[in-house]
């Protein structure tokens, strides 16, 4: 990676796995970097963590519960008021197959934590992001975005919760919430750049809320299980270097995409539904009230 100094850069769920591992990495090129976490307790403990590496970078705390769009809202006035530049916004928190629950707007609680949340955050910070010559905005998808499908009807709990589904539901909308993005940014002729990412399988506290027979099957089907730091690299790229395609995807080169470094990766056709994204778009606007860019 290049030497960062000089950029502002915010990484959500930067308290354990990929997103710290990103945090820190960038750091350690000499990035001042926020470190978004749902507590204060957790941000701390994320900058005590980085602080004891080797670093020539800066980092900073900040309060983002995503399952709140107050808490958005409050997040993004706050980091606009302090900070006229935004280099690098990276969309990585997640939540996976939890319990089922409700975020405080009444979204199933991945679907508005994944999608919703970032959605509303990425708009709050648009104009600062505008007012960044060369930002980037990089959302973290998963493999599983295969086996989603948008359901427009069950974005609430209508249906039967079924966890898995609920998940590949809500990487399929960041994914296609990554194109849809770039593609308006494209149009407007803006020099903010979009680009998706996803980090393969990881051994992080994503999985706590896998029993350990499931986890079996799971490890069965996709094969061993990589370090967080290698799963934050396609983030990495995608945020840092200089060829990296508006637009696209990056993950791991091997496996079919669970291992191994970084490269571009090819997008399944569902994901590049154009009317999907922008019905999808105009959903999360009008639900959120943040229409951009």
């Known amino acids: 990676m290049d030497d960062q100094s000089g950029k502002t850069v ?6 354990a796995g990929v997103g710290f591992e990103t945090a820190l990495a960038l750091y350690e090129k000499g990035a001042h970097v926020i470190a978004a976490c749902r507590s204060p307790d957790k941000a701390q403990d994320a900058i005590e963590k980085i602080k004891q590496h080797p670093g020539t970078g800066t980092v900073e705390a900040g309060v983002l519960d995503l399952s709140s769009l107050a808490s958005v809202k409050q997040f993004a006035a706050d980091f606009s ?9 990276i969309n990585n928190a997640g939540v996976m197959r939890p319990p089922a629950s409700k975020t405080a ?19 709050l ?21 295969l086996r989603g499908k948008i359901d427009f009807d069950n974005f609430r709990l209508e249906k039967p919760y079924d966890p898995g589904g609920e998940y590949a539901q809500s990487k399929l909308a960041d994914i296609m919430f990554s194109i849809e993005l770039q593609r308006r940014l494209a149009q407007a002729y803006d020099t903010v750049v979009s680009i998706a990412a996803q980090p393969g ?9 896998m029993g350990e027979e499931e986890l079996k099957a799971s490890i069965a089907r996709v094969g ?5 730091w290698q799963g934050a690299l396609p983030s990495l790229y995608a945020a840092t270097v200089a060829g990296a395609i508006p637009g696209a995807l990056y993950g791991p080169d091997q496996d079919g995409g669970y291992r191994g470094y970084p490269a571009q990766a090819a997008i399944e056709l569902h994901a590049l539904d154009e009317q999907v994204a922008k019905r ?3 959903y999360a606007e009008e639900v959120t009230g943040v229409v951009f860019p």
Request: cysteine-free; charged content about 10%; overall charge positive.
């Open 105 to 123: 707007e009444g979204f199933e609680l991945q679907f508005g934590v994944n999608f919703i949340g970032h959605f509303a955050l990425t708009g």
């Open 224 to 228: 061993p299980l990589m370090e967080p």
């Open 81 to 89: 008021t302090k900070h006229q530049q935004l280099h690098i916004l």
């Open 125 to 145: 910070l648009y104009p600062v992001l505008k007012a960044t010559p060369g930002a980037r905005v990089v959302t973290v998808s998963s493999n599983a975005y």
């Open 201 to 209: 399988a990881n051994n992080t506290e994503l999985l706590r809320h």
């Open 280 to 282: 999808l778009w105009k």
């Open 10 to 15: 915010i990484v959500t769920g930067a308290n």
